[in-house]
């Protein structure tokens, strides 16, 4: 299992900078033997238990959370979160446990738990859960990276945050923030089918924001950065230019409090990548989850416009519009060999939406019979070692147009329009049609040229309306891989790391809101 | 896995005898649960997690570090103050730094309840039966949450302060939706104790609900007199006070509580005279943690009394800046309530909205807190007193701030749960409010 390889570093890690070397090494005492021990076990008193399928997932977290307020460092901390959970199917409905304790004796308890709640809540199967097969696996997947980011010195990665805020600062910031978390993520997953599998991926997540101050009118204004998190080493950090954002963020929060109030009414937008990732996520990543569909996040996240009916007939989009969904993207933060229900993930690349057609729901196992399918394809994540899986995005991206097409040709063809960056509030409702986006930067676009800064931008649409009105969209040559660490749903609620490529796109005559008031009607 | 108060402090005093810091802070957080999760009219993913955080800060002069784990045993212990005290002496000084509390004075808690700790997953199933059983009858599709929770958390200081805490949850969401999809209905709170639980009852209110608002009508968008019920309140108001009210925000000048040229509104009537918010770990409806930030004490606290905006949140650096007290972070919420009921509310409108919950409330502008979000699960038209029409659901643009300048009348405060809620044990009455913005109309049942 690849996590001794942090042990085999010891003598230079303190050096380096790997604080916790030593938690790290004592996290280590479990060899790839001890996890298929505690495996066999766990899977050992589900099968004497009566369990038709059980798996067992020994997962560690490494964390880093490093955050700068100004010119000082407000918080430095560092984590191990380590443990595991046991699932069954009995007679057809689920139960899971899950504990901190690694030990026999605790796995052991556990899968009696598990078994128990499975047991209990009987009753209340009114249908019986059926799991396909899946294929059985035993295989090892590591994200490929060039530089840990938990092996660089600590002090360089205070040192890049507090060099981020002085940039801010100098070029007119009042106030300044910059953070940066890594995980490291290592899985080990084993079911009753066979299958065993060692997983680990690094997840880097920078964030920054300025704010400036006008006392006069009492009137503030704040640019967050628009870096994505990734799915990668930190090459990452190292290859972004935090510190040139951060002075023109400072610039442009200036002029954001100077900029002219928003003329609300119908617009044409050209969306940024870096804003348009996330009304991606929002209005085609979620509809097209087949539990939602399903029913099974009515109580919380919400069902789906998208019913089973829809597939392969509903027009979603304009024919530009084709939507992939991958685990194999690089810097991905969906990116994965296998998902948590042990099915292969990685090259197994699918359509959602294809020239416009919804073509793929998103799944996990035991719901492709349900709509007459015959197998997940690979969409199961569970956020934690005591989570149970649930159907999670994969990387869901808007494929670039395949001919020539920049953002000033997209910007060329507006007459009276708006260009969004980055993202500022969202919403959306339940079954995804009404969804609001407001942003970080907004500009003129006047006879196909881009002017002034405008500012109290917010853009509401119906979902279908919107994609079917998108007739422009950029090359492969401004591609850019936007993402949230933290999508939520489930209960109880799990968050889950997920990544959204895309190229700027042309909607026509949005409607926009002026957001300067304390309340709009 | 739940520690023993015995178990946190000898654990405390372990990882305070090897620390090699200057002062030391060590946090534990443990807990256990059980769930029953259900989605047409049965069981999906149902479990028992355990858990268990310990986290150890270390501070050297003004340098700071903390190091959290999972593992308890004596060598993980070592392995996380060494890491802590590693973290430390790497990071720069911090010129805001604090150092550690020493004793405090504590309430006594009161929210644990041992029925709650002891439910069992055969007592949850038990409980949801009915509620699927009479969906099954109403022939609408029941899909609902039911989670018992026990909460150990304990923080100690090389000052010589120990506090620890132990508190129950129980939480019982249910949503039915018709067959057809044109109707949806919601029914959710929270309880300390789990023989309170009233599983079926929730479930009855939610059938209602789906049954009565099929076939909605859309109406124009625009201000309307509407009737929140508490889980839409609780958003609001969980959202105002837990995440909006700042001192030091408001004295830099990025508020809502900032005042025009500089400072901040304390002591001047931000909100209408009918208003008052506060929190009290021992407040008989919610009790909560009886410490908060730094180990301070968790007191009562008055947000908003009769509508003048007497405190806000405020740290201890900021504290000692300015020469305040520190304000810690409340660890219950409780806006006190009138005496209407809902019926009498329905009969003194003319022409107004019924709204169940609200979804994904985010903000748009923190200067006003202009919020945006969409009802959800049952909104009713009102005309001369009667609720006459299910309706269509609406995206609104409101800031609480101006909402709680328009409230005709108020219900009493019960526990509350929202969806977008921070979290915090809530009550809060049903509201009547004037001229609520609803911006747009959305097709999502």
Known sequence: ?521 | MILSEADAQAITKKVLGLSQAESCVVSIRCGESRHVRYAQNMATTNGAPSSIEITVESHFGKQSGSATGTDLSDDALAALVSASENTAKLAPENPEFMPPLGPQKYATGTAFSASTQAATSDQLARAILPVLKQAQDKNVQASGFLEVGTTFSSFGSSKGLFVSNQSTNVLHTVTARTPDGTGAGWAGTTYQDFSKLDAAAMGTVATDKAVKSQKPIKLEPGKYTVILEPSAVSDLIGILVGEEFDQRAADEGRSFATKKGGGSLLGETVFGKNVTIYSDPNDPLVPGSIYSDDGQPAQRTVWIEDGVLKNLQCGRYWADKTKRAPVPSPTTLVMKGGTTTTEEMIKQTKRGLLITRFWYIREVDPQTVLLTGLTRDGVFLIEHGEIVKPVCNFRFNQSPVAMLNKVIAMGPALRAYGEESIGLPIAVPTLLVDDFALSSVSDAV
């Open chain 1, 1 to 521: 299992m690849g996590g001794c390889a942090c042990a085999t570093l010891l003598p230079s890690t303190l050096f380096l900078g790997m604080r916790n070397a030593q938690a790290i090494e004592v996290a280590d005492k479990l060899d790839l033997n001890g996890k298929l021990n505690l495996a066999g076990v766990a899977l050992g008193v589900a099968k004497s238990g009566g369990a038709s399928y059980a798996d067992f997932r020994l997962c560690r977290y490494q964390t880093e959370y490093l955050e700068a307020r100004e010119h000082r460092l407000e918080e430095s901390a560092t984590g191990i979160s380590a443990g595991f959970a046991v699932r069954v199917l009995l007679d057809g409905t689920w139960g899971y446990a899950s504990s901190p304790l690694a030990t026999e004796d605790e796995v052991k308890l556990a899968t009696q738990r598990a078994l128990e709640v499975a047991k209990a809540s009987q009753p209340l199967q009114l249908r019986k859960f059926v799991l396909e097969d899946v294929p059985v696996y035993q295989d090892r997947w590591d994200m490929p990276m060039k530089t840990d980011p938990f092996l660089i010195p600590v002090d360089d990665k205070i040192g890049k945050l507090l060099a981020i805020n002085e940039a801010a600062m100098k070029a007119g910031a009042d106030y300044a923030t910059a953070s940066f978390a890594f995980v490291r993520e290592e899985k080990f997953f084993a079911s009753s089918n066979g299958s065993r599998i060692s997983q680990s991926r690094v997840r880097v997540m920078p964030e920054t924001e300025v704010t400036v101050i006008d006392k006069a009118t009492g009137k503030f204004a704040s640019r967050a950065g628009l870096a994505a998190p990734r799915g990668s080493g930190y090459e990452y950090i190292l290859g972004y230019d935090f510190i040139g954002e951060a002075a023109k963020a400072a610039e442009q929060a200036k002029e954001k409090l100077q900029a002219k109030s928003v003329v609300p009414g119908d617009y044409d937008l050209v969306l940024d990548p870096t804003h348009l990732w996330l009304t991606i996520h929002e209005s085609v990543g979620h509809p097209t989850e087949l539990d939602r569909a399903l029913g099974w996040e009515a109580n919380f996240a919400g069902t789906t416009f998208c019913t089973p009916d829809k597939l392969g007939k509903l027009q979603y989009g304009s024919k530009l519009m084709n939507i992939v969904a991958d685990r194999s993207q690089e810097g991905g933060l969906s990116t994965v060999g296998y998902d948590d229900d042990g099915v292969r993930s990685v090259g197994t690349e699918f359509p959602i939406i294809q020239n416009g057609l919804f073509v793929n729901y998103q799944m996990a196992i035991g719901q492709a019979q349900l709509i007459g399918q015959k197998t997940s394809n690979g969409c199961a994540f569970a956020d934690s070692w005591s989570s149970f899986p649930i159907q999670r995005m994969p990387n869901v991206s808007l494929q670039p147009n395949p001919k020539t097409c920049s953002l000033d040709d997209l910007i060329s063809d507006v007459k009276r329009g708006i260009y969004i960056m980055g993202n500022g509030s969202w919403s959306i409702d339940q079954q995804r049609h009404n969804f609001q986006f407001g942003g970080q930067l907004f500009y003129e676009i006047k006879n196909g040229k881009l002017g002034r800064m405008l500012r109290d931008v917010a853009y509401q649409g119906s979902t279908v309306e919107f994609w079917n009105s998108m007739d422009g969209l950029g090359d492969q040559s401004t591609y850019f891989l936007g993402g949230a660490p933290n999508c939520g749903k489930g209960q109880p609620e799990q968050t889950a790391p997920v990544s959204h490529g895309a190229v700027p796109a042309r909607f026509r005559q949005v409607t926009v809101l002026n957001t300067d008031r304390k309340e709009i009607a």
